[in-house]
């Protein structure tokens, strides 16, 4: 699929997306729907879209066809003898999570113990190589009802282009992600953003990184929110316990699905950390997953999961997700709430693949 945009963060410029889809289906023929967030240039992290096929082909289908699963919790447990590979992982058990949520009947939501049926959102706009361009797409972005605004900023596409932005729009819920674009040696440079009034700053330093982060939090007003530094709970304990962020940015493909997800949100609120949902540019499949596990209770903050018209002609579902007055209305249907419909996601398809349970299975 092409998105409508390209996209620049301070890795590079995507637009067009593949997207690996797994549709679970039961012996009842209820299906559920995962999507994974891997994109085609392992930038973000060291996934792919052929290497999250390879992994669930090789070793993750395998290991789920040949017992039976009795919740989805049981997924991660099952898939963990696999190191990372956590949006491979993320795509099978969200299919999972989705045809068990549809077979208890009751939406996705409600299944992972959301209680919010809208969930505020924000929107995530990439770098602009002008800054008149970039002001416009924030005002028709506010127009839109977003509620907070978060720019992709990069060494030399920062300070001077917030302070425009700023200038223009001095009240706006605004924060910056710089995908891992500078060093600790740029405290100094990083001081400068504190007079903007950011609601935070995500993933400053390494992706690998929790050491650095801390050692910048202290000298920073500004809070750091961590995204690609963040793979389980026990990073955000670490993270926590070092003041390496003030925030936690979850994706549930980053993570390893909506199981860890879930207790990374109850960690974080345990510790009175606030979340909010990431996004990966997802079609409808992702995006839906992204709004039922927003609708648990610490997650605080709006997050990235746009309305499908912002990135699709089409999307992939039905209806899509829309936002009105920057909140997104969760769906009561059971599972992910939303049709995914099968003549678009056919017209998409490059290539499938049908594994089957052995005909002994019991
Ligand atoms: O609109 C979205 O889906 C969020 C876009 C976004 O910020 C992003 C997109 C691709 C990879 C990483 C990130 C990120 O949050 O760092
Ligand atoms: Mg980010």
Redesign the pocket.
Known sequence: MNMKFP?T?S?GT?QRKELLLVEAVDEDGLCGWGES?A?LIP??NEETVKTNWNMLEDYMIPKLIQDSIEHPDDVSAKLSFIRKNHMAKAAIEGAIWDLYAKKQQVPLARALGGSRDNIEVG??I?IHKDVKALIQTIQDHLEQGYKRV?L?VMPGRDVEVIREVRRHFPDVPLMV?A?SAYRLEDTDHLKQLDEFNLMMI??PLASDDIIDHAKLQAQLQTPICL??SIHSVDDARKAIDLGSCGII?I?IGRVGGLTEAKKIHDLCAERQIPVWC?????AGVGRAHNVAITTLSNFLLPG???ASS??WDEDIIEPEVTVSDGFIAVPDAPGIGYEVNREKVDRYTLSSKVYRRPADFS
Request: no cysteine; glycine share 10%; proline share 0%.
């Open positions: 996209f963060t890795f995507q967030v994109m930038w973000y929107v995530s990439g978060k992709k992600d995908n995500e993933q995204d690609e940015n994706k990431g996004g990966m540019l997802e990235d999961t746009a912002r990135y």
